[in-house]
């Protein structure tokens, strides 16, 4: 079954404007990880954000905040103020508390237009 | 901090050749290793994790003995891959984590290209 939904397989976004990429999860366990990661292309995956699934507050790491609704098993990536350098593939990621399992979605195409 | 240093980042050899990926993880000990293929436009293929001092756990449909792994301390995996294929062209990336729950931190991958 699929763990990680993304269902925007490419985003375009205004320069120096703020865009949010969607991402739900399916999870049976009660605690998990969940983590955006990006990948430009010259391939390297960069780590972004991490959110604990027990975390009372949205992560945020600068420009990059995550909007996390466990009711709904979402959690969405928000990009404020963005770059040209942004352009890049994202994946979001979940990974139960304990075990090595490591799910990615399939990734968001994003190219920020000058 | 959790810097991954994965090498050769590019190769380019003939079919036939066994080829060595070194997978190192520079600041901290990993007690897991994963090793993913990516093709162009998808998403990562998990390959195999690798436990220091253990066999690999290959996932289904994954060749054990075509892509030999070994882990043979906390910072260093290594993906052979024997005799390759055009086939076997593609983009493999390492990463490594501290913990369960934690993220994992990525080399900078190699593209492997078999003529």
């Known amino acids: 079954a699929q763990k990680i939904t993304q269902t925007q397989p490419g985003m375009f976004v205004q320069e120096k404007e703020a865009v949010t990429l969607d991402c739900t999860y399916d999870?049976?366990?009660?605690?998990?990880?969940l983590f955006w990661y990006k990948q430009p292309s010259s391939g390297e995956m960069i780590f972004l954000i991490y959110?604990?699934?027990?975390?009372?507050q949205n992560a945020t790491e600068g420009r990059y905040s995550l909007n996390f609704q466990k009711a709904r098993k979402s959690a969405n990536l928000v990009i404020s103020a963005s770059q040209l350098g942004d352009s890049a593939m994202y994946f979001c990621?979940?990974?139960?508390?304990?075990?090595?399992?490591?799910?990615f979605g399939t990734g968001t195409s994003l190219t920020v237009i000058p | 901090g959790a810097v991954v240093s994965q090498h050769p980042s590019r190769v380019i050899c003939k079919s036939g050749t066994s080829v060595k990926i070194e997978c190192r993880s520079l600041?901290?000990?990993?007690?897991?290793m994963f090793w993913y293929r990516q093709f162009p436009k998808q998403s990562l293929m998990l390959m195999a994790t690798?436990?220091?001092?253990?066999?690999?756990?290959?996932e289904q449909g994954v060749e054990k003995d075509k892509f030999l792994i070994n882990h043979a301390s906390l910072t260093l995996s290594t993906l052979t891959v024997t005799s390759a294929h055009p086939e076997d062209s593609s983009f493999y990336i390492c990463?490594?984590?501290?913990?369960?729950?934690?993220?994992?931190?990525f080399g900078d991958g190699t593209r492997l290209s078999i003529l």
């Open positions: 990621a979940m990974s139960p508390a304990t075990g090595n399992q490591f799910y």
């Open positions: 959110q604990g699934s027990y975390d009372q």
């Open positions: 600041d901290f000990q990993a007690t897991t």
């Open positions: 990463s490594a984590r501290i913990l369960d729950n934690q993220p994992q931190h």
């Open positions: 999870t049976s366990d009660p605690s998990y990880g």
């Open positions: 690798s436990n220091e001092g253990s066999k690999a756990t290959y």
